[in-house]
């Protein structure tokens, strides 16, 4: 069951697709005020999990901490850190009561878990103009299933997207993408896609390529294919100021970027130095800036990647100005002083002024002096700053749908808000080779699901700092089970592309078990976005009564049929793990076979070697696999075998992988393991 309660005038955000009437009253959970803006408060008992956020900071359970939905553009993904890239406002509560709260505000709003008291749980913000969700069902299962419903279908990428993907921002010439994917072939290491990052474009100009490094960038596009390598451009959230660029003068002219209260363009520097936002909330704008991919598709392009649509912000000419000034008060201090890095006084106006210099990069201040035209009004960003990131890829989805409606494009987002999902998936942003961003990626699995993000993954290896061999290829063996596989690294790090350390056996070995899981990992993938289930799961989602599956954040469902455990710590020849119930222990060998052993109900620690991908089936339970294949093109679906338990049988999913004929029969079948195995 899910009741809607209104408070105020709510911006609409198209988040729910479903239409639910407006319940009368109180909810049923929690009492709340509007004494200051909106509060909804809820006391927990001690045994109450609290699941939900998406993309956000520590555990699956989210008690005993603070997060603030507020995209934000940071690199830094430490554990203090309250706001990271999206802002999905879905909580549930597992306990004495059941329970699920979807909050649709698109502005700044805060979930204390626990954190100013231990006991209690509020949800807060500053204006009290929003819709609020109360969902209730028989389990968190139940609950999230009528959620991702109401939300709208997940989105769906093409088949070749489950392949592996390798980037780096540092990809410049048409040279570096050739010898990327030379080295990835002659290797035999599989993969489908080569991202590019900023530097292909000219000057860093959305919907530009630059000819002097790629010359004929169709052919080019065309020559990668015949390589069965697909290019995956990015495309940045600001439109460079220059006359004579065609996107920026058609918004000029068409009134189609983001305005100060004058109306006039909001201007404010990102890559390409300064430049304008285009107004993905106003409709127009939003089928203006859609129908600008064509430029890229129509070359060939069918997969694209968004970024810096929080949206970002380095730097504004009133930012720059103010710290000018700053700079120049600071000057005239010195010269009536010579002893100025001498005393307190001046050692402080110091600092300060290396803190506003510093801070010039996305300030509140600059979030608050620029609109989106909507409806004929002009809605201040801040209070609607959620719902960028959203609409820059909704732009996109619904410029694919006229591009060739038929046709499924890759396409993800850095950051997001709830409906998204409907149109995108999300990588985790600009983390770092660090051991604890490996934990930091499974506990974020399932909270996104919860949220309808099911195209997902983190960049593996890391993307900030200097990856090590240990820690990529384990950060690779649990990318084997994310539907978004990529590694990518940021430029003046470490190359850490698979072919870079030395011995390549034990890379070309993972990344085969990936594409022998294919049929498995795209099945369950359809599954959950065609009925609305979970791909990863908590294992209380399954084990309710399991007070020990409660406690286990480093091991998760997949499906129906699998747990994942991967390694996570430096050095570690093996991991304990906690079995809810009988499972078959499963390890891909690097020589091609695979090791089984059946373990009962517990506690056990088991050996996972660098090179060895580990797995669990569940009891009664099998999934298929395939023989490797250096791209998903070449997957042989001739070779499917069972792999699990005897006597049982899966339902697999399996169509063209291009067109959106999902409601097909004919694209499932039923495939029956042999009792005597």
Same mark, same amino acid.
């Given at each position: 069951m899910i009741q809607k309660y209104r408070f105020g005038t709510p911006f609409a955000t198209e988040a729910v697709v479903?239409?639910?009437?407006?319940?009368?009253?109180?909810?049923?959970?929690?009492?709340?005020?509007?004494?200051?803006?909106?509060?909804f408060s809820y006391s927990m008992q001690e045994e109450d999990i609290v699941y939900g956020l998406g993309e956000a900071n520590r555990g699956i359970n989210k008690r005993g901490y603070c997060y603030i939905s507020d995209c934000a553009d940071d690199p830094n993904h430490t554990e203090d850190k309250l706001s990271l890239y999206g802002a999905h406002n879905f909580i549930l509560v597992s306990g004495r009561e059941t329970f699920g709260l979807f909050v649709d505000y698109p502005g700044k709003l805060t979930f204390d878990i626990g954190y100013d008291c231990p006991d209690l749980l509020t949800v807060s913000c500053a204006r009290a103009d929003l819709d609020l969700y109360v969902l209730e069902g028989e389990s968190p299962a139940d609950i999230v299933k009528q959620f991702r419903k109401m939300i709208g279908r997940s989105y769906i990428p093409p088949k070749f997207a489950l392949g592996f993907g390798q980037s780096r921002w540092g990809y410049k010439t048409k040279e570096d993408f050739v010898r990327v994917a030379e080295n990835y072939r002659k290797n035999h290491l599989p993969i489908?896609?080569?991202?590019?990052?900023?530097?292909? %474009?000219?000057?860093?100009?959305?919907?530009?390529?630059?000819?002097?490094?790629?010359?004929?960038?169709?052919?080019?596009?065309?020559?990668?294919?015949?390589?069965?390598?697909?290019?995956?451009?990015?495309?940045?959230?600001?439109?460079?100021?220059?006359?004579?660029?065609?996107?920026?003068?058609?918004?000029?002219?068409?009134?189609?970027?983001?305005?100060?209260?004058?109306?006039?363009?909001?201007?404010a520097a990102v890559w390409p130095g300064y430049t304008h936002f285009p107004d993905v909330l106003n409709p127009k704008a939003r089928a203006w800036f859609g129908e600008k991919y064509r430029f890229l598709t129509?070359?060939?392009?069918?997969?694209?990647?968004?970024?810096?649509?929080?949206?970002?912000?380095?730097?504004?000419?009133?930012?720059?100005?103010?710290?000018?000034?700053?700079?120049?008060?600071?000057?005239?201090?010195?010269e009536t002083d010579a002893r100025w890095d001498t005393t307190l006084g001046e050692k402080v106006t110091f600092l300060q002024l290396r803190g506003q210099l510093e801070e010039l990069s996305n300030r509140k201040k600059d979030y608050e002096q620029f609109y989106h035209q909507v409806d004929g009004k002009l809605i201040r960003h801040d209070q609607v700053h959620n719902l960028f990131g959203y609409n820059m890829t909704r732009a996109a989805g619904e410029?694919?749908?006229?591009?060739?409606?038929?046709?499924?494009?890759?396409?993800?987002s850095r950051s997001s808000y709830?409906?998204?999902?409907?149109?995108?998936?999300?990588?985790?942003?600009?983390?770092?080779?660090?051991?604890?961003?490996?934990?930091?990626?499974?506990?974020?699995?399932?909270s996104l699901n919860m949220c309808g993000f099911l195209y997902i993954g983190a960049d593996l290896g890391g993307f900030g700092a200097?990856?090590?061999?240990?820690?990529?290829?384990?950060?690779?063996?649990?990318?084997?089970?994310?539907?978004?596989?990529?590694?990518?690294?940021?430029?003046?790090?470490?190359?850490?592309?698979?072919?870079?350390?030395?011995?390549?056996?034990?890379?070309?070995?993972?990344?085969?078990?990936?594409?022998?899981?294919?049929?498995?990992?795209?099945s369950e993938l359809m599954k959950a976005a065609l009925e609305d289930e979970l791909?990863?799961?908590?294992?209380?989602?399954?084990?309710?009564?399991?007070? %020990?599956?409660?406690?286990?954040?480093?091991?998760?469902?997949?499906?129906?049929?699998?747990?994942?455990?991967?390694?996570?710590?430096?050095?570690?020849?093996?991991?304990?793990?906690?079995?809810?119930?009988?499972?078959?222990?499963?390890?891909?060998?690097?020589?091609?076979?695979?090791?089984e052993e059946v373990l009962e109900k517990g506690h056990h620690y088991v050996e996972i070697a660098l090179n060895e991908v580990p797995l669990f089936i569940r009891g009664g339970k099998c999934i298929p696999v395939a023989d490797a294949a250096e791209c998903v093109e070449a997957l042989d679906m001739g070779t499917v075998k069972l792999l699990g338990f005897a006597g049982t049988s899966y339902r697999m999913y399996d169509d063209d992988g291009v067109h959106k004929d999902y409601e097909n029969p004919g694209n499932w079948k039923i495939l029956e393991m042999s009792k005597s195995r």
């Amino acid at each position: 069951m899910i009741q809607k309660y209104r408070f105020g005038t709510p911006f609409a955000t198209e988040a729910v697709v479903e239409e639910i009437q407006i319940s009368q009253g109180k909810p049923d959970y929690g009492t709340v005020s509007l004494e200051e803006g909106f509060l909804f408060s809820y006391s927990m008992q001690e045994e109450d999990i609290v699941y939900g956020l998406g993309e956000a900071n520590r555990g699956i359970n989210k008690r005993g901490y603070c997060y603030i939905s507020d995209c934000a553009d940071d690199p830094n993904h430490t554990e203090d850190k309250l706001s990271l890239y999206g802002a999905h406002n879905f909580i549930l509560v597992s306990g004495r009561e059941t329970f699920g709260l979807f909050v649709d505000y698109p502005g700044k709003l805060t979930f204390d878990i626990g954190y100013d008291c231990p006991d209690l749980l509020t949800v807060s913000c500053a204006r009290a103009d929003l819709d609020l969700y109360v969902l209730e069902g028989e389990s968190p299962a139940d609950i999230v299933k009528q959620f991702r419903k109401m939300i709208g279908r997940s989105y769906i990428p093409p088949k070749f997207a489950l392949g592996f993907g390798q980037s780096r921002w540092g990809y410049k010439t048409k040279e570096d993408f050739v010898r990327v994917a030379e080295n990835y072939r002659k290797n035999h290491l599989p993969i489908d896609m080569i991202y590019m990052d900023i530097d292909y %474009m000219e000057e860093y100009k959305d919907f530009t390529v630059n000819q002097e490094e790629f010359g004929d960038f169709s052919a080019f596009v065309e020559a990668m294919k015949e390589k069965n390598i697909r290019l995956v451009p990015i495309i940045d959230a600001g439109v460079k100021i220059e006359e004579g660029y065609p996107v920026y003068e058609e918004g000029i002219a068409q009134g189609y970027f983001c305005v100060r209260e004058d109306k006039t363009p909001f201007t404010a520097a990102v890559w390409p130095g300064y430049t304008h936002f285009p107004d993905v909330l106003n409709p127009k704008a939003r089928a203006w800036f859609g129908e600008k991919y064509r430029f890229l598709t129509d070359m060939g392009i069918e997969g694209f990647w968004n970024d810096m649509n929080e949206p970002a912000i380095f730097y504004t000419p009133e930012g720059i100005e103010e710290a000018k000034g700053l700079m120049k008060a600071f000057l005239a201090d010195q010269e009536t002083d010579a002893r100025w890095d001498t005393t307190l006084g001046e050692k402080v106006t110091f600092l300060q002024l290396r803190g506003q210099l510093e801070e010039l990069s996305n300030r509140k201040k600059d979030y608050e002096q620029f609109y989106h035209q909507v409806d004929g009004k002009l809605i201040r960003h801040d209070q609607v700053h959620n719902l960028f990131g959203y609409n820059m890829t909704r732009a996109a989805g619904e410029g694919f749908a006229v591009i060739d409606p038929e046709k499924r494009f890759l396409m993800f987002s850095r950051s997001s808000y709830i409906g998204m999902h409907r149109y995108g998936g999300i990588w985790m942003g600009d983390n770092k080779s660090w051991w604890s961003h490996i934990l930091l990626n499974i506990k974020m699995l399932p909270s996104l699901n919860m949220c309808g993000f099911l195209y997902i993954g983190a960049d593996l290896g890391g993307f900030g700092a200097n990856t090590s061999r240990d820690l990529l290829l384990r950060w690779l063996a649990l990318g084997v089970f994310t539907p978004l596989m990529r590694n990518h690294a940021a430029i003046g790090t470490r190359e850490q592309e698979c072919y870079q350390f030395g011995n390549m056996d034990d890379f070309r070995h993972i990344l085969g078990v990936r594409y022998r899981l294919i049929p498995y990992l795209y099945s369950e993938l359809m599954k959950a976005a065609l009925e609305d289930e979970l791909y990863f799961r908590p294992l209380a989602f399954d084990y309710p009564e399991d007070k %020990m599956a409660a406690q286990v954040e480093d091991q998760l469902l997949l499906g129906r049929e699998c747990m994942i455990a991967p390694v996570y710590t430096q050095n570690a020849a093996g991991r304990y793990v906690y079995l809810p119930e009988r499972m078959k222990f499963i390890k891909f060998l690097p020589d091609g076979t695979m090791f089984e052993e059946v373990l009962e109900k517990g506690h056990h620690y088991v050996e996972i070697a660098l090179n060895e991908v580990p797995l669990f089936i569940r009891g009664g339970k099998c999934i298929p696999v395939a023989d490797a294949a250096e791209c998903v093109e070449a997957l042989d679906m001739g070779t499917v075998k069972l792999l699990g338990f005897a006597g049982t049988s899966y339902r697999m999913y399996d169509d063209d992988g291009v067109h959106k004929d999902y409601e097909n029969p004919g694209n499932w079948k039923i495939l029956e393991m042999s009792k005597s195995r």
